[in-house]
Every structure is written in structure tokens, then in C-alpha cells.
């Protein structure tokens, strides 16, 4: 084969180069204007705090009688600013005993699924 049989014709080539020019401003690859970016998409959060080897209840646990209405330990108070933000979620349990114990707690973590041993 001659170094000939490579070449493309020049139309071509700036055919091509063009496109691959114009392919970063495809929306998709755009994420400023991409779906789910509006204000309120951004501002979503999830924190997660996982007490592995326990806590002192009276130390951690929140009080009062409702969802809305609650009082943060000192622990938590420096959540205070966006107690209207928050779901605490307690006395959640995940009953490992006959898989392993203790520390497969761990694994289980966010998913409630048992560890398969």
C-alpha cells in the first residue's frame, strides 16, 4: 500500500474535525444544563452518621413528642440551625444474632439486607 491510500479528502478531514469540535457542547455532556439542576435539586443533602460501636442514648437522643417538634441533644445541637431540615430516624435496629453478630452490623449498614455468609 502507497502513503496515499491514507489520505482523506480535506472536506472531509474539516467535516470531522468540526464535529469533534462541536461534541462537548452537546447537552448531555453539559452538566450546567443538564436535567435536575435546577435551585432546589442543588441544595439537597443526606448525611448519614452511623453509631458502630454505640453511643450513651441520653447523650445522642433527641426529646419531645413529635416529628417537628423536638429538642436536640447537646450532641446535636450544632444542628440547631437547620433543625427544620432534619429526620432523625432512632430505635432502629438490625438484628444480626444469627448472622455473625456484632459486627456485621456494619455491613448491613443503609441497606438492611442480611450479610449472606
Not at 491510500?5 to 450546567?32: E, N
Not at 444544563?33 to 432546589?40: E, M, P, R
Not at 450513651?56 to 413528642?65: K, Q
Not at 450544632?78 to 431540615?85: A, F, R, S, T, V
Request: hydrophobic share 40%.
Amino acid at each position: 500500500m502507497s502513503a496515499e491510500s491514507y489520505l482523506i479528502p480535506r472536506r472531509s478531514f474539516l467535516r470531522g474535525v468540526g464535529a469533534a469540535l462541536a461534541l462537548p457542547s452537546l447537552d448531555i455532556m453539559s452538566p450546567a444544563l443538564g436535567y435536575g439542576n435546577s435551585a432546589a435539586a442543588k441544595n439537597l443533602r443526606l448525611c448519614v452518621l452511623f453509631k458502630g460501636a454505640g453511643v450513651n442514648p441520653n447523650s445522642w437522643d433527641i426529646t419531645g413528642a413529635t416529628e417537628t417538634e423536638f429538642t436536640l441533644s447537646k450532641l446535636l445541637s450544632p444542628l440547631e440551625k437547620n433543625k427544620k431540615d432534619i429526620v432523625i430516624l432512632r430505635n432502629i435496629d438490625a438484628d444480626q444474632r444469627a448472622n455473625g453478630g456484632h459486627e456485621n452490623v456494619t455491613l448491613t449498614f443503609m441497606t438492611g439486607n442480611v450479610r449472606k455468609s
